[in-house]
Structures are given as structure tokens and as C-alpha cells.
């Protein structure tokens, strides 16, 4: 093979003892470790039927088998929660008056941002499966369920 050899990944990064190296891993949480109690609080800037929704989601999540809502989701379900009252409000009224163009735009951008959020929070499919892999390749196993039980004997 002709050309200069590709420098090694230790010499890019600069060399770091073991030492360091074991002490920074031992530093970090690993996957699924909890770090803390989880806030399940309703947020004082939800009123009336954004509260209901943020409720109906909170509930969600914790019968979800591999809980995905963590405090950093907090402002993307505060958005969720916002989203999906206007966007309710919206197709009633677009239901009574379609021919509203004004309405017909929030219902669309509206239903465009839930799309978005609902995947920022895991809740379609596609992205609990991408998570679920991301999982598998960190050597991350869910918990056993009765199926599993059943196969092993």
C-alpha cells in the first residue's frame, strides 16, 4: 500500500494513562442508570386542557415498559402538551369554518410541530425502535418479560 500510514486514534486524542481512562469511566452513569428522582410535576406555565394533556402523558410514560420521559424531555412535553391544545382547537373550528385559510395553516403547522415532537419523545414507532437498537449496540438488555421466561424453560 503506498502513501503515508493513517496516524493511530491514541495519537489524535493525545495518550492518556489508564488511570484517567478507568477513573473517567467509573464517573459516568451507564446506560439506564438512574441519576435521580424524575419530575412529574405539572409546570406552572400549562393551564386548563394543556394540563389534562401533560396528566394524560405523564401516565403514558410510566406504563411505558422502558420509560423514555426524563427531566430533560420536560420542555419538549411543556411544547407537546401547548401544541396539542391548539392544534384541537384548530380542527374544531376548521371543522365549523373550512374554508378559513388562516385556521387551516395553524392546524397544519400545528399537526407538522406534533409530528416532530412526538418523535423527540419516543412516542412513534420508528423512534422507540432506533432507540431500541441504540440500546442493543451499547450492550443495554430490557428487562425480562413472561415471554422470555417461557422460552428459557
Same mark, same amino acid.
Given at each position: 500500500?503506498?502513501?503515508?500510514?493513517?496516524?493511530?486514534?491514541?495519537?489524535?486524542?493525545?495518550?492518556?494513562?489508564?488511570?484517567?481512562? @478507568?477513573?473517567?469511566?467509573?464517573?459516568?452513569?451507564?446506560?439506564? /442508570?438512574?441519576?435521580?428522582?424524575?419530575?412529574?410535576?405539572?409546570?406552572?406555565?400549562? /393551564?386548563?386542557? /394543556?394540563?389534562?394533556?401533560?396528566?394524560?402523558?405523564?401516565?403514558?410514560?410510566?406504563?411505558?415498559?422502558?420509560? @423514555?420521559?426524563?427531566?430533560?424531555?420536560?420542555? @419538549?412535553?411543556?411544547?407537546?402538551?401547548?401544541?396539542?391544545?391548539?392544534?384541537?382547537?384548530?380542527?374544531?373550528?376548521?371543522?365549523?369554518?373550512?374554508?378559513?385559510?388562516?385556521?387551516?395553516?395553524?392546524?397544519?403547522?400545528?399537526?407538522?410541530?406534533?409530528?416532530?415532537?412526538?418523535?423527540?419523545?419516543?412516542?412513534?414507532?420508528?423512534?422507540?425502535?432506533?432507540?431500541?437498537?441504540?440500546?442493543?449496540?451499547?450492550?443495554?438488555?430490557?428487562?425480562?418479560?413472561?415471554?422470555?421466561?417461557?422460552? /428459557?424453560?
Amino acid at each position: 500500500m503506498a502513501g503515508r500510514r493513517p496516524k493511530a486514534v491514541e495519537d489524535i486524542k493525545g495518550n492518556r494513562s489508564v488511570d484517567e481512562l @478507568t477513573a473517567r469511566k467509573q464517573s459516568q452513569p451507564t446506560t439506564g /442508570e438512574a441519576i435521580g428522582a424524575v419530575d412529574y410535576s405539572v409546570p406552572p406555565s400549562l /393551564e386548563g386542557d /394543556e394540563i389534562a394533556k401533560w396528566n394524560e402523558m405523564i401516565a403514558l410514560f410510566k406504563r411505558m415498559r422502558n420509560c @423514555t420521559y426524563d427531566d430533560v424531555d420536560k420542555d @419538549t412535553l411543556i411544547n407537546y402538551c401547548k401544541s396539542w391544545v391548539r392544534f384541537i382547537k384548530a380542527d374544531r373550528h376548521y371543522q365549523a369554518n373550512p374554508t378559513d385559510k388562516d385556521n387551516y395553516k395553524v392546524l397544519m403547522d400545528n399537526a407538522k410541530l406534533l409530528a416532530k415532537l412526538k418523535s423527540d419523545l419516543m412516542l412513534d414507532p420508528f423512534s422507540r425502535i432506533k432507540a431500541g437498537n441504540l440500546l442493543f449496540q451499547n450492550g443495554h438488555r430490557p428487562d425480562k418479560d413472561k415471554v422470555d421466561d417461557f422460552l /428459557e424453560g
